[in-house]
């Protein structure tokens, strides 16, 4: 007979093992504080939490380890604070910083056995994944998306790394950071939404555009925004003044309107110093400084009237002149009376068009025609905390496997929104091995990128390809010419005068390769450069065997006798089969703090009845292929428990 040691539920040398081990833990948001609150439960003892995003009011209906007294600290630093009350023996180091931070290095990443992901923005999970690739580390990632939910494994040379299988423009972005730190034209597009809804459509608590003068929020110094949460819980509660009827009150002045939302809330946002020490500081606009410019000024593009981008003075006149008009559509129907906002409205779409256009300007981004705002415009997801409950704890059963040794056992798990066939909510299935075409867990990765040589700028080289596309920090690139010209550096000052030359002025024409290395990621590319002049309107440049948008819909006969749960067959689950092109993989919270997660396509039974259809991810829209089958022995078809070990 064989005894077996428990400490508590776990075995004795696991409980060990979490008791030593150092773990860390990326992003302190929805998931990130039920999972933080996990570990400590469980037994790990030593934990390191980072988190760049300070704690706003929307958060406190969800994220149980902050208090409104907490609104405008540091997230990583409170729920450090609030899990010590759990576990006060518990070794937990705090940071308010971005984990893309040079310091985090790859040195820094080797310290930890595990690192398990909460992030909230694909280029944040796209780093964290090239970090573990390079410092050999396991990754769990995780993402919700409403009632739906993922947790998946990433081991190098084990299984798909994240970026495996390429992946579709995101549609559905977190809440603090488009009202706060946009970095993209989404989050931008997406206040511009909020904000059409706020003055003149259904007004949502969890919309709010701009800074309440009445929240404690408004206050950086600590000790300031402690005594006003203390005065306003003795108050009662909060005391807000609607958007809406700040607008009314105005009687809808389009200039009124325009210095509150572009020039005064941003000058607020600016006190706000700490918010900026990592970011580019925004810039306020003055509407009697704009208007002394004449509308043609700054007009790009050709062709039709909405794939032309307007100057700032243009967006001033369209943002003015479109609320007039909706203001006179909502004074129409009546007191009480509410606009949706449709794409198909063109009074609506001049609005969400101009606003989203002036924010980005003021947060120095490439502004965008009416014609691509109109295709971005995407859905927003809400936050459900019971969603990211369930997945914070589906990271801990995984992190359990790989400290008991068993990576080979780590699954793929998926939180259905309602039970398929076989009655489950959470599917399992098999991990997929790393792509042998992934640019970037390869052995040697290499890409092909068609562009025009003639055309572009060295300084859309290293932004829009280098940067965006293939997500590097801070990359240097060598042409390999024979000489090792020194295209791009990551040094300051060093070769900022090729930005605004073309391509072609160092000679890369078609059939030239580049060396692109970022050291910060310890990641070098190979890219092979195609000439190309004929592209489609808009199109800058293609990566050669990029997947599509859109995986093909396999049949039912393809489908069936692939679907395995707990080793059965017979129920669905989701992809992230390196078969499918399509990407299911980032199921996105759109919310506030929780984005999608981590492997690359997926797809998962939602059928009531016999028939069984792919789930659409929250992020893209876009359906899956199905995954292999799990070669596991059969199980009973009502057990749905998960083996640790």
Not at 250 to 268: A, E
Not at 318 to 340: C, I, N, Q, Y
């Amino acid at each position: 007979m064989v005894t077996l040691q428990l400490v508590g539920s776990l075995r004795k040398e696991l409980a060990d093992s979490l008791s030593t081990c150092r773990v860390l833990v990326v992003g302190a948001g929805g998931i990130g504080c039920e999972l933080l609150k996990n570990v400590v439960l469980t037994g790990f003892k030593n934990i390191e939490v980072i988190d760049l995003d300070i704690i706003d009011v929307s958060n406190l209906n969800r994220q149980f380890l902050f208090q409104k007294k907490h609104v405008g600290k540091s997230k990583a630093q409170v729920a450090k604070e609030s899990v010590l009350q759990f576990c006060p023996t518990a070794n937990i180091t705090a940071y308010h910083d971005s984990i893309m931070n040079p310091d985090y290095n790859v040195e820094f990443f080797r310290n930890f056995m595990l690192v398990m992901n909460a992030l909230d923005n694909r280029v944040a999970r796209n780093h964290v994944n090239r970090m573990c690739l390079a410092a050999d580390i396991p990754l769990i990632e995780s993402g919700t998306a409403g009632y739906l939910g993922q947790v998946t494994v990433i081991k190098k040379g084990l299984t798909e790394c994240y970026e495996c299988q390429p992946k579709p423009t995101q549609k559905t972005f977190p809440g603090c950071t488009i009202r706060n730190t946009p970095s993209e034209p989404i989050h931008c597009i997406v206040w511009a939404k909020y904000l059409f809804n706020q003055l003149f459509g259904e007004e949502d608590a969890d919309q709010e555009v701009s800074p309440d003068t009445a929240d404690p929020e408004l206050s950086w110094n600590p000790a300031d925004t402690e005594a006003r949460a203390t005065a306003s819980d003795q108050d009662g509660d909060i005391k807000r003044v609607s958007t809406k009827d700040w607008a009314r009150s105005t009687g809808y002045d389009p200039v009124k309107l325009f210095n509150k939302l572009f020039k005064d809330d941003i000058q607020y946002l600016l006190t706000m110093d700490k918010l900026w020490k990592k970011r580019k500081a925004p810039l306020p606009l003055d509407w009697l400084e704009h208007q002394k410019l004449t509308c043609p000024q700054g007009v790009t593009g050709t062709g039709l009237k909405d794939q032309q981008v307007l100057g700032v003075a243009g967006y001033c006149q369209l943002f003015s002149r479109s609320v007039e008009t909706l203001h006179s559509m909502l004074a129409d129907k009546g007191d009480g009376a509410e606009l949706v906002w449709d794409k198909d409205d063109p009074p609506a779409m001049d609005f969400v068009t101009a606003a989203a256009n002036l924010r980005m300007y003021i947060f120095s981004m490439n502004m965008k025609s009416r014609f691509d705002i109109k295709s971005m415009a995407g859905n927003i997801i809400p936050a459900i905390a019971t969603t990211n409950a369930v997945i914070a704890g589906l990271i801990v059963l995984e992190a359990l496997k790989i400290l008991s040794g068993d990576v080979e056992q780590c699954r793929t798990i998926f939180l259905n929104k309602q039970p398929n066939p076989r009655k489950k909510l959470l599917v399992p299935c098999a991990l997929d091995p790393p792509s042998a075409n992934c640019y970037v867990c390869a052995s040697k990765p290499e890409v092909t990128v068609k562009l025009n040589v003639h055309k572009t700028l060295v300084l859309a080289l290293q932004d829009k390809i280098l940067k965006e596309k293939f997500g590097m920090v801070a990359p240097d690139v060598q042409i390999e010419d024979g000489k090792g010209t020194i295209l791009i550096s990551s040094e300051e000052g060093e070769t900022e005068a090729n930005n605004c030359k073309f391509l072609s002025d160092f000679a890369i024409r078609n059939g030239s390769r580049l060396q692109v290395d970022d050291f910060l990621q310890d990641y070098t590319l190979l890219v092979n450069v195609i000439h190309c002049e004929n592209f489609e309107k808009d199109v800058e440049f293609e990566v050669v065997g990029d997947a599509p948008d859109k995986a093909p819909t396999p049949t039912r006969s393809q489908e069936e006798g692939k679907n395995v749960a707990n080793g059965n067959t017979g129920s669905s689950e989701p992809s992230t089969s390196s078969k499918a092109p399509a990407e299911q993989n980032d199921i996105l919270l759109v919310d506030s703090d929780e984005e999608a997660p981590s492997s690359s396509t997926m797809a998962v039974s939602m059928e009531s009845g016999g028939h069984k259809r792919k789930l659409h991810d929250a992020e893209t829209g876009e359906a899956s292929a199905k995954r292999q089958h799990l070669s596991q022995p059969s199980a009973d078809d009502d057990n749905d428990i998960i083996a640790l070990d």
